[in-house]
């Protein structure tokens, strides 16, 4: 599978809440935007890549988890 983007970060309200951060992060100006780069421990919004996947890490980290 080519897969369709990243996956969300861990608790950031579901898809409702990943849209709001996508969103957020797009907009230096907005009053959370900081806070949210602190959240995720990012020092840009530039290092935020929704988009990227890589099937090659995917699976690799799937091997990591299936070892004994």
Same mark, same amino acid.
């Given at each position: 599978?080519?897969?369709?983007?990243?996956?969300?970060?861990?608790?950031?309200?579901?898809?409702?809440?990943? +849209?709001?951060?996508?969103?957020?992060?797009?907009?230096?100006?907005?009053? =959370?935007?900081?806070?949210? #780069?602190?959240? %995720?421990?990012?020092? +840009?919004?530039?290092?935020?890549?929704?988009?990227?996947?890589?099937?090659? =890490?995917?699976?690799?980290? #799937?091997?990591? %988890?299936?070892?004994?």
């Amino acid at each position: 599978m080519d897969g369709a983007g990243a996956c969300p970060p861990e608790d950031c309200g579901g898809a409702p809440g990943y +849209s709001d951060l996508k969103v957020i992060l797009a907009d230096p100006a907005h009053e =959370e935007h900081h806070a949210l #780069l602190v959240w %995720l421990g990012l020092r +840009s919004a530039t290092e935020f890549a929704p988009d990227r996947f890589t099937p090659d =890490e995917a699976n690799m980290r #799937l091997l990591h %988890l299936a070892a004994p």
